[in-house]
C-alpha cells in the first residue's frame, strides 16, 4: 500500500511556530537596493517631521521618570550584551542558542575555567533587524532564533533592553516600539522600557545607559530631560555603562563626518563635566554597527575606561584591519587592545570577493540587462558606411593586435549614435558615485572609483567586440537576423554577468585591502556567516568583569526538539558549537 512521504520535522517545526528560517541578506540583489534605499529616504523623512522619540514622551501618562528596573539591592548581577543581530538563522540563532542556556564553560589564557551563568537581563544593541524593520522580518529574525532558544522562563525571567539602530529606524520606529515598548515576551526574556532610550539601576553603584541616537541626529530635548532626571537619582562618582548604537569613537578617526561622536561628546559631558554639581564616570561604552569586536581600553591609567565594539550578533562580517590602532579622543589616547576576528584573518577573507559573480548571482544578472541593452544598440546602430552590421563585421575581423583599429571604430559609433555615448556616460557616473565619499581623505577614493567606472566601460566594449567575434567569425551569423539575436544575447548576458561581477569584486578587493575603504560592502559581498561575538557582564561588589565570548563558526545543522518545554531550546546543535573568549576578562574596580 502506497504511503505519504514522510515530511521533515523542521519543516513542520517551522509552519508550528510560524516563522521561516531566512538566509543572509543577500545585499547586492537590485530589488533589495532599491528598498533599502527608499526605506532609508522615508526614515530620514520619519526624522525631520514626526521624530517618534518625541511621541513616546508625549503619550506617557505621567511625567515621574524612575530607572525603569532597580536591582542596587543585589550583591551582583549578570549582563549580556549582543549587537547587529536579526539576518541569516544559522549566525542568529548559534548566538541566541548560547545566550539562552542556563551556564557557560569558557578558559582564559592562563588555562583557568570561568562558568558563567545565564544573564538576568538581555541588552540589544542596536540593528535588531535586516534589511529593513517590517514585523515579518522581526518575527522571522529576530523572535524566532531567542524565542526557540529559550522558550519559557518560570522562576525570575530575564529583562530585555534595546536600543535602535539605523535598520530598526527604517520605518520611523513604529515596529521596534511595538516590540521592545510595550512590555512584550520575546521567548523567556521580558521587555520592560517604554519608550527607545532607557536607564537601569545595578548593584554597587552601577548604572546602564542605553541612548537612541536616530539615524545619528540631534539627541532630542525629551531624551534629554529623561536623563536630567536620572542624572538627579545617580550620587557622585556613580559610575555608568553606555550603550549606543554606534561607535562613534572609531569613526571619527577616519569618517568624514563626525556628527554621530559629537553628539555623544555632548551627552557624556553633559553628566560628567559638570563643575558645580556632581560628576559622573563613563566607564564602559559599548556598541554595535560594525559587525566585529574590537576593544580600546586608555592609556597611561592604571585602571583604564574602555570602549567596546561588539556587533557580532548574527549580520555579516565587518573586517577589523582597517579599525585605527589607537583613538585620539579629548578624554585621552586610547589604544586597541584585541580585536576579533585578528587582522591576518580579515585580510585573508576579503579575497572571498574574488568570489562576487557566483555570490551575487542577482547583481551579475541586473548587469547582463545592461550589456545586452549595449550589444542591441550597437547591432542596429548607425555607422558612417549606413550598414547596420558593418560595424560588427568589422570588429569581428579584428585581432588584439589591431586595438588601435578597434578603437577607431568604437569612436566612429559613439561619434554618430550620441545615445549609446549617453548611456555609457550615465553607467560610467552611477558607478563612480558608488566611491566611497565618506573618508577624511577621500582623493584617493575618488582616483579609484573613477577607475573603476573606467574598468566597467571597457568590459562592456570588449564584450561587443567577443560577441562580434562569436557571433560573425564562428557561428558566421549576421547580427540581426533571428539566429543572430538569440545566440548574441546569451553571449552579451553572459559576459555582463562575468564581466560586471569580477570588476566589482576586483574594485572592492583594492579598495578594502589597499585604501581601507567599502568596508561594508567589501565584507556584505560574501555574506559571511562565522566569526559571531556577544558579551557577558558579571557586576560584583568590588568589581565589573567583562567575558567576551567568540563563536568562530556556526552551526549550519540543527536537530528539532520535538515536544520540549520550558526553558529547553527547541532547536540543538546537530554537533559541537565551539565558542570560549575571545580576550582575558576585563576587569573595571570602582574609582
Not at 406 to 433: D, H, M
Not at 535 to 546: A, D, F, G, M, V
Amino acid at each position: 500500500m502506497a504511503t505519504d512521504k514522510p515530511r521533515s520535522p523542521d519543516r513542520d517545526s517551522n509552519k508550528l511556530l510560524g516563522f521561516e528560517k531566512k538566509r543572509m541578506v543577500d545585499w547586492y540583489s537590485p530589488s533589495q537596493l532599491a528598498q533599502t534605499g527608499l526605506r532609508t529616504v522615508i526614515s530620514a523623512v520619519f526624522g525631520d517631521y514626526a521624530d517618534k522619540r518625541e511621541m513616546q514622551a508625549a503619550l506617557q501618562l505621567t511625567n515621574e521618570i524612575q530607572p525603569v528596573e532597580d536591582f542596587s539591592d543585589r550583591s551582583s548581577i549578570w549582563i549580556d550584551y549582543v549587537s547587529d543581530i536579526g539576518s541569516g538563522w544559522n549566525s542568529s540563532y548559534s548566538v541566541a542558542y548560547l545566550i539562552g542556556r542556563k551556564k557557560l564553560m569558557v578558559s582564559d589564557s592562563a588555562g583557568e575555567n570561568h562558568l558563567l551563568p545565564r544573564a538576568n537581563m538581555l541588552v540589544m544593541g542596536g540593528d535588531e533587524v535586516y534589511p529593513t524593520a517590517t514585523w515579518k522580518e522581526y518575527q522571522n529574525r529576530l523572535i524566532a532564533p531567542y524565542r526557540c532558544s529559550l522558550p519559557y522562563v518560570e522562576e525570575s525571567p530575564p529583562s530585555l533592553y534595546a536600543i535602535p539602530g539605523n535598520h530598526d529606524w527604517y520605518d520611523g520606529l513604529s515596529s521596534f516600539i511595538k516590540m521592545f515598548c510595550q512590555q512584550r515576551w520575546i521567548g523567556g526574556w521580558h521587555t520592560k522600557q517604554t519608550r527607545s532610550y532607557f536607564a537601569t539601576r545595578l548593584p554597587h553603584d552601577w548604572w546602564l545607559w542605553g541612548i537612541d541616537i536616530q539615524l545619528c541626529a540631534d539627541i532630542d530635548k525629551t531624551q534629554i530631560d529623561y536623563f536630567d532626571k536620572i542624572y538627579e537619582q545617580a550620587s557622585p562618582g556613580d559610575d555608568i555603562i553606555l550603550c549606543t548604537a554606534e561607535p562613534a569613537w572609531t569613526y571619527q578617526e577616519y569618517q568624514q563626518d563626525d556628527k554621530a561622536y559629537r553628539n555623544l561628546k555632548f551627552f557624556q559631558e553633559r553628566y560628567s563635566k559638570k563643575e558645580d554639581k556632581k560628576q559622573l564616570n563613563f566607564r564602559l561604552l559599548l556598541a554595535g554597527d560594525l559587525h566585529h569586536y574590537a576593544s580600546f581600553k586608555k592609556e597611561n591609567d592604571p585602571d583604564p575606561d574602555w570602549k567596546i565594539t561588539a556587533g557580532g550578533g548574527g549580520a555579516f562580517l565587518h573586517p577589523t584591519h582597517q579599525v585605527p590602532d589607537r583613538l585620539h579622543l579629548e578624554t585621552g589616547t586610547f589604544t586597541r587592545n584585541t580585536s576579533f576576528p585578528d587582522e591576518s584573518t580579515s585580510r585573508k577573507l576579503a579575497w572571498n570577493n574574488l568570489k562576487f559573480p557566483f555570490i551575487n548571482r542577482t547583481f551579475g544578472g541586473f548587469f547582463s540587462v545592461i550589456y545586452l541593452l549595449f550589444a542591441w544598440l550597437t547591432a542596429v546602430s548607425n555607422t558612417a558606411g549606413g550598414d547596420p552590421a558593418s560595424f560588427f563585421h568589422a570588429l569581428s575581423a579584428l585581432s588584439i593586435s589591431q586595438a588601435d583599429e578597434a578603437l577607431r571604430l568604437y569612436k566612429n559609433l559613439l561619434f554618430y549614435n550620441p545615445e549609446i555615448t549617453f548611456l555609457l556616460l550615465i553607467v560610467f557616473a552611477g558607478i563612480v558615485v558608488f566611491a566611497d565619499k565618506n573618508r577624511k581623505n577621500n582623493i584617493t577614493c575618488w582616483i579609484l572609483g573613477f577607475l573603476h567606472g573606467l574598468f566597467q566601460i571597457l568590459l562592456i566594449l570588449c564584450s561587443i567586440w567577443i560577441t562580434a567575434a562569436l557571433l560573425i567569425a564562428l557561428f558566421g551569423t549576421i547580427p540581426v537576423s533571428m539566429t543572430g539575436i538569440a545566440a548574441g544575447g546569451i553571449i552579451a548576458a553572459a559576459l555582463g554577468w562575468l564581466f560586471s561581477g569580477y570588476a566589482m569584486g576586483i574594485y572592492l578587493l583594492v579598495a578594502i585591502l589597499l585604501l581601507k575603504t567599502h568596508d561594508t560592502e567589501a565584507f556584505s559581498s560574501f555574506r559571511g556567516e562565522d566569526y559571531k561575538n556577544f558579551i557577558r557582564i558579571k557586576i560584583s561588589p568590588k568589581e565589573l568583569t567583562i567575558f567576551p565570548i567568540k563563536i568562530p563558526t556556526v552551526c549550519r545543522h540543527w536537530q528539532y526538539n520535538a515536544g520540549v518545554e520550558g526553558e529547553h531550546p527547541w532547536y540543538s546543535p546537530d554537533g559541537d558549537l565551539q565558542y570560549d573568549l575571545i580576550e582575558d576578562p576585563i576587569v573595571l574596580r570602582r574609582k
